[in-house]
């Protein structure tokens, strides 16, 4: 296989040499740097490509948490790094690929590598779902549309199943993939779930969902 290109972010110098040795027992895995500043990571990340982050929580500029929400659009995978177990469902809400609390043995750390998909084939992207004390990990193509209701979402996937989560439509819809498409202040459709468009409603599946003025002009455009 193709080697798996990883950084490594962790404001330790001791914690990053950790991480660092146990990449080089891996032979497909490819350290391409290491970074005490998650900012400077940032900007490595906008120039180069990376499969896989190696990431810390605790930072002083930067959290990791916050550092992963503003990656969240990208292909890149993420494995946290922490000392502090009580971020671990932030963490998975986040959609990190594993979670691991210092001190990092080598069979947990090659235990969480070895989630990493092996094949473009399996990186169907999935998305975490907190709803109550439940979480659901859901591949993302199966959604077929998000309603906003209040403070809540109903999320409506293929196979029938709903989720209903806490969380704010807008702030989702930028966190999306971008074949989803914010088609009413109450919904987001999946484009790939389109049947047809009949006047004002749009037909997914067996559902139809009406289109707002302000966004019938792009939903038209993907008839075009």
């Known amino acids: 296989m193709n080697a798996i290109k990883c950084i490594i972010i962790d404001d330790e110098e001791l914690a990053r040499k950790l991480i660092d040795t146990y990449v080089d027992k891996i032979n497909y895995l490819q350290c391409e740097g290491t970074f005490e500043n998650p900012v400077e990571a940032l900007s490595y990340i906008k120039k180069n490509t990376v499969d896989l982050i190696f990431l810390d929580i605790q930072m002083p500029d930067l959290k990791g948490t916050d550092f992963a929400d503003l990656i969240s659009k990208s292909n890149t995978r993420i494995i946290f790094t922490t000392a502090y177990s009580e971020y671990a469902l932030q963490g998975f809400e986040l959609n990190a690929l594993d ?8 069979k947990r750390f090659l235990s969480a590598v070895e989630k990493f998909p092996k094949s473009a084939k399996l990186l169907d992207d999935t998305i975490t779902i907190k709803s109550g004390y439940d979480l659901h990990k859901v591949i993302t193509k199966t959604i077929i549309f998000i309603k906003s209701d209040s403070e809540y979402v109903h999320y409506h996937i293929e196979d029938g199943k709903k989720i209903m989560a806490n969380q704010s439509l807008s702030k989702l819809e930028a966190s999306l993939p971008n074949y ?16 047809g468009l009949k006047g004002r409603d749009l037909l997914l599946s067996d559902q139809i969902i009406s289109v707002s003025d302000s966004y019938i002009d792009k939903v038209k455009k993907l008839f075009i």
């Open 99 to 106: 979670y691991l609390v210092k001190p990092i043995t080598f």
């Open 180 to 195: 989803f498409l914010r088609v009413h202040r109450s919904y987001i459709i999946n484009k790939n779930k389109i049947t």
